[in-house]
């Protein structure tokens, strides 16, 4: 990953291939952000002016380059929007520093060195630029150029180094929040990785096997149930996903214990490495990314890895219900009835509504640890980007505070998210004349009788929410701020700041 250094020097006389600097959108043109002060004396005071000659107006996410001129050592200053100018008095929202310093970060894709001279006097705000530009510099290379990524088809290497200018290396609060943002971006790129991987080497005894990697380095427990233990401990809903596939299913168990904790938390994560929707197939132009239907178990991967790393002080358990969803002669047909390890059965309506099958075993389990509090994570609906788009994921609970906190939690994070509600009139239209319940009810509010579906199988009294994040799981646009192509580590950070405020003790 990009290095990370924080440096104390000067913008206009450290060494690198660019310096970054801020600029925003002012009332009368474009101003220049704190930070960037060395560089604009450069200039003569008249950087906003020049930029503004080139058009720059200071708007989120803008990139401009311009030569550095005499007493600037780097050959390039790259200006970047930071959007609207605050209020006198008022600092930059750390939102705002992450997407500029992502969005710089790509723009200096090839460079070996990079400056970055944003706002960044308080420790808050070094850690927002630091988390952005780590972020931001993220490339998936793995699979290009025979091995030789250097030369896979002229894409460039992500930016070798960010210098965090205006953070203090000798500063406790200041390494601590270098440190923090090391570790977030660190495993949101492990968790985009994994997102990104082609299914053909990301199936579920492989992505066990990543997790046993990773537990040994970080010192956690592990314990994987292979399809043999999966039927002998009953848990037909995993087991009825991922019975159609040749690469037979696994529930991963990775957790995180710290002497001091005095709470618990468990996460639960979707881990479809392939969704072809089963007997219920996808239709043509559907198919095309479902790779990243396991971005919640990545997402709960990332997160005790990185609760590991930080030493939070919280137990933080992570559930990673891992099948590949395939039609086939064994495959799940609809209209079949799975008894699920809770014990209830579950008339398969619909084989394309699998993730809420592996969940409801794997939530069943967790719950047996009664732990404070469970989060499951997962790529549902399509209802959910219909209603939310394709930035802000869902959070519904059994818990009115908990999805409120858990939202507040998320939009601290930088992670965009909307509160929805679990109306009880939907629960009737999943009524089955056969079993228990069906997997499939009213098509208007699909995303939310999926979570009364999930509601089920939490224990009793146990707080729980879940998060939606079919929209922002997957990105197939163009990138913007520092969020890529493709797989983005969406939930990631919030499991993690719940997993923070949970050893605080302002949550649970």
């Known amino acids: ?50 930029l503004e000659t080139l058009g720059a107006t200071g708007a989120e996410g803008e990139v401009t380059k311009l ?96 210098a965090l200018l205006g953070g203090k290396p000798r500063d406790k609060a200041f390494k601590a929040a270098a440190a923090r943002a090391i570790a977030l971006a660190e495993e949101v790129n492990r968790a985009r990785d994994l997102i990104n991987m082609p299914s053909n080497d990301l199936f579920p005894k492989s992505f066990a096997a990543a997790v046993q990697q990773a537990a040994k380095e970080h010192g956690l427990k592990v314990e994987v149930l292979d399809e043999k233990a999966l039927v002998k401990g009953g848990y037909g809903g995993i087991m009825g996903v991922g019975q159609g596939s040749a690469n037979p299913p696994r529930l991963v168990k990775v957790a995180y214990t710290n002497p001091k904790a005095k709470k618990h938390v468990a996460f639960v994560g979707k881990g479809i490495t392939y969704d072809s929707g089963g007997i219920s197939l996808k239709p043509a132009g559907h198919n095309e990314t479902m790779k990243c239907d396991m971005s919640g178990a990545a997402a709960v991967f990332a997160a005790v890895v990185a609760a590991a790393k930080l030493g939070v002080e919280t137990n933080v358990t992570g559930w990673l219900a891992l099948a590949e969803n395939m039609p086939s002669g064994t495959a799940t047909r609809p209209g079949d009835v799975l008894r699920m390890y809770s014990g209830k059965t579950v008339e398969v309506l619909n084989t394309d509504a699998e993730g809420r099958l592996v969940l409801a075993d794997a939530i069943t389990r967790a719950s047996e640890e009664n732990p404070d509090a469970i989060v499951d994570v997962a790529t549902l609906t399509g209802a959910m980007v219909l209603a939310l788009g394709h930035r802000h994921f ?102 993690v700041r719940l997993a923070e405020q949970a050893a605080e003790g302002t949550i649970l």
């Open 1 to 50: 990953m990009t290095a990370l250094t924080l440096s104390t020097s000067s913008a206009a006389a450290l060494r690198a291939d660019a310096v970054v600097v801020g600029v925003a959108k002012g009332s009368k043109g474009p101003v220049v952000a704190p930070g960037a002060e060395a560089v604009d004396e450069a200039f003569n005071g008249k950087l906003a002016a020049t």
């Open 67 to 162: 030569p550095a001129p005499t007493g600037v050592k780097a050959p390039v200053v790259l200006a970047v929007g930071l959007g609207d100018a605050p209020a006198k008095g008022d600092g930059y929202a750390a939102e705002a520093l992450r997407r500029a310093a992502g969005a710089a970060a790509r723009a200096l894709a090839g460079s070996k060195k990079a400056a970055f001279a944003l706002p960044a006097a308080e420790v808050a705000d070094a850690e927002a630029v630091a988390e952005g530009a780590l972020l931001g510099a993220y490339a998936y290379n793995a699979y290009r150029g025979n091995g030789d990524k250097k030369n896979g088809n002229g894409v460039k290497e992500p930016l070798a180094e960010v």
């Open 394 to 495: 869902g959070i519904m609970a059994n818990d009115d505070d908990f999805r409120t906190a858990i939202h507040g939690i998320a939009e601290e994070a930088g992670e965009p998210s909307w509160p929805m509600p679990l109306p009880a009139e939907l629960r009737k239209g999943m009524d089955s004349p056969v079993a228990d319940i069906a997997n499939m009810g009213d098509r208007m509010g699909g995303g939310l009788v999926a979570g009364l579906f999930l509601k089920e199988f939490v224990g009793e009294g146990i707080t729980w929410a879940h998060l939606d994040i079919a929209g922002p799981a997957f990105h197939e646009g163009a990138p913007f701020g520092y969020t890529p192509k493709g797989g983005t580590g969406t939930g990631v950070r919030t499991l």
